[in-house]
């Protein structure tokens, strides 16, 4: 593995993860939203990530001189959540009460979404982490010639 590319390893983590920041933000600011364009209760938003160009076992195995090497990661999906239920609740004088007085709120847990953040936060420290000591390294290589 080259240095140059465990510095765009480490950069397309934290660019990964800084959209899922957004995300996450995104969700917590509509966490009342009762009313979207059209018409339904906002839908919490997740995000998936993948390998960036993944390589097939087959190489691996077919081959005694083929190593594993990383290629980072992508973003491959922002999803809405539609396997969690809305929020009833009862409120008739809600602009948005169905007839019998209760309103639908978004999916949206915020502690599960503070939770997330905090995931994301240590993934992007790490990544950060990992490219400082990328850089670290080059430029103690480079002091060597000195």
């Given amino acids: 593995m080259g240095l140059f590319q465990s510095f765009n390893i480490s950069a397309s983590g934290m660019t990964a993860e800084r959209f899922r920041f957004d995300t996450i933000a995104q969700n917590i600011a509509n966490v009342n939203t009762t009313r979207t364009e059209d018409g339904t209760p906002y839908r919490r938003k997740i995000v998936t990530f993948q390998e960036k160009t993944v390589t097939p076992f087959s190489t691996y195995y077919s081959s005694s001189r083929a190593r594993a090497v ?29 007839e019998n ?23 992007y420290e790490a990544n950060t982490t990992a490219f400082e000591a990328s850089k670290s390294m080059a430029r103690t290589g480079l002091s060597i010639g000195k």
């Fill in 70 to 98: 990383g290629n980072g990661v992508k973003v491959t999906s922002v999803k809405e959540d539609t396997e969690t239920d809305f929020i009833m609740e009862y409120d008739p004088a809600h602009p948005d009460a169905d």
């Fill in 101 to 123: 007085g209760y309103v639908s709120y978004p999916n949206v847990n915020t502690v599960t979404e503070m939770t997330n953040l905090i995931d994301a936060t240590r993934a």
